[in-house]
């Protein structure tokens, strides 16, 4: 060690007598410190001491050799101080070998069989009082590895006993060749933003009045969704190919809704403002608004609900990034239809329809089906709301990507409902929670109403291409409004997080999603029976 190490260079020759007299106080209390330490912590201060004793040793020698430095240079100021000097020096040496001694006889105590192992109020690491202050990162590896070869093992044993049972007619047969005309019908489906674009310049042109701007906009809207719909009732169509050509209806119906409910305040604010006033930063645009064909083209591919003459962008597109998402979307997707393939349709085509049969039976059916469902939602959450929407977003250096949130530490059902699908949420808060709020419509009825179009939609979605209107998902997603009320009840009676994310799980996942699923199975399989 050199001098330049010391806390406070010596630029003298001269010893300072105060300073070494600090010194000296400061390692009589790091002393005592090691002290108690080495009595509080038994073996663990076996180390500590002779740490303790180890730098005491280097700080004396250090110390020393400054001091004998220091006299050995010629002195200014006398004998006097060179005396002065040596006195300080003792003393210094007589304090650090009074601390060696001590932590010595410290050091030797803490190795004796009766030094005590217990000093302490301690709690266990599992107990109520620790168990949430403790890391369980290596309990949660381990439920990781048992969940894997739990299921390895079914999957093993399920093919060892019922062999092989995908076919190619999951992914294609010859009656999907009967499914033209709902290629068509998605392929024209372009037509409705283009006519809802046309209104758009009339009115901007002053053509045309509000009035009938909104009056067209509801005709290209309502044909947008029925359109569709006569289509799929019309052709004997595969139920996969009825529910896709629906969900590309409903997004395209819900993007028109957006685009005209957007472009008419834009038109009412813009007219609101006093002259010279813009809006470039509200909209995010250095353009003031116009009906652009650009911005609406952009809008119809990009994966957001929500219009607006722009949106935040990236710089440029991750080419390996896409690839690799791209990978993992055509692994997941075969996993999912593995699944579905090799259990739930076994299970479903085994089971009863859940309100006419055996009670114990019907409940026996729901809760072993509803693991491998489970598996396919997560699997479809992931695909879709992650890969595909992600990937979309990389193509057009789309830049918020928020799809969704943390929904699976939902507290509530109603948290839940906010977070699992972001781009429905926020056109949902936008075109209807929040105008309905502006109209003077409690908070309760807003939510009401939000949650009635969701049901609408799901409705569509499910019954359009199976031709059947049982009206199971509509009753689905309105018992969600008992569940809310309950939810936060319970939240706010306990304030415990587990509770209501619990009852989310139970009755959407594990009850809610495969009782939809038989009761639309056995009601087609009913249709076709009853058609033959």
Request: net charge neutral.
């Amino acid at each position: 060690m050199t001098i330049l190490e010391l806390p406070e260079s010596l630029e003298t020759t001269t010893l300072n007598s105060h300073h070494s007299r600090a010194a000296s106080t400061v390692r009589r209390r790091s002393s005592d410190v090691a002290v108690l330490e080495s009595d509080s912590n038994s073996l663990e201060a076996v180390n500590d001491s002779d740490s303790d004793v180890n730098n005491t040793n280097e700080m004396g020698n250090l110390r020393g050799g400054v001091v004998e430095s220091a006299l050995e240079e010629p002195s200014e100021l006398g004998t006097e101080g060179l005396r002065n000097g040596k006195e300080e020096n003792e003393q210094v040496r007589t304090g650090e070998s009074n601390q060696e001694m001590e932590v010595s006889a410290s050091a030797k105590f803490a190795h004796r069989p009766s030094a005590p192992a217990h000093r302490r109020i301690k709690e266990s690491p599992l107990s109520s009082d620790a168990i949430f202050k403790q890391s369980h990162a290596g309990l949660f590896n381990l439920c990781i590895v048992v969940l894997v070869a739990v299921n390895s093992r079914l999957i093993i044993e399920n093919l060892m006993k019922y062999g092989w049972l995908i076919n190619s007619g999951f992914w294609f047969s010859s009656t999907s060749l009967k499914d033209w005309p709902l290629l068509m019908c998605c392929l024209s489906l372009p037509i409705f933003p283009l006519a809802a674009f046309f209104v758009e310049k009339l009115v901007l042109l002053k053509y045309i009045s509000e009035c009938v701007a909104v009056f067209l906009h509801i005709l290209i809207t309502t044909a947008a969704i029925l359109y569709p719909v006569l289509v799929i009732l019309r052709c004997d169509s595969a139920v996969l190919s009825g529910v896709t050509l629906m969900l590309f209806a409903c997004i395209v119906w819900l993007k028109l809704v957006s685009y005209v409910h957007a472009s008419h305040d834009m038109r009412a604010l813009a007219k609101s403002l006093d002259k010279g006033e813009t809006l470039s930063g509200y909209w995010n645009s250095d353009d003031s608004y116009g009906a652009s064909f650009q911005s609406l083209a952009y809008f119809m591919v990009a994966p957001t609900l929500c219009y607006q003459p722009s949106y935040p962008r990236t710089a440029s597109i991750r080419k390996g990034w896409v690839v690799r998402q791209l990978i993992k979307l055509i692994i997941f997707t075969g996993f999912m239809g593995f699944i579905v393939e090799q259990y739930i349709n076994p299970i479903v085509r085994n089971s009863q329809h859940p309100l006419k049969g055996n009670l114990l039976y019907a409940i026996e059916r729901v809760l072993k089906l509803s693991v491998p469902n489970l598996y396919v939602w997560l699997c479809m959450f992931y695909c879709f709301f992650h890969l595909w929407l992600n990937i979309l977003a990389e193509l057009l250096c789309f830049g918020d990507r928020e799809f969704y949130k943390d929904w699976w530490n939902a507290k509530t059902v109603e948290e839940y409902w906010r977070m699992w699908n972001m781009p429905v949420h926020k056109w949902m808060v936008r075109h209807i929670y929040f105008p309905c709020l502006r109209n003077g419509m409690p908070r309760g009825g807003a939510i009401l109403i939000a949650f009635l179009v969701s049901a609408i939609f799901h409705e569509l979605c499910i019954a359009v291409p199976c031709h059947i209107f049982k009206f199971w998902a509509f009753i689905g997603i309105m018992f969600q409004v008992p569940l809310v009320i309950l939810t936060n009840y319970l939240q706010d009676k306990f304030q415990n997080s587990m509770v209501g994310n619990m009852i989310f799980w139970c009755f959407f996942s594990i009850l809610g999603q495969p009782m939809c699923l038989l009761l639309y199975y056995h009601d087609l399989m009913n249709r076709k029976a009853s058609a033959k």
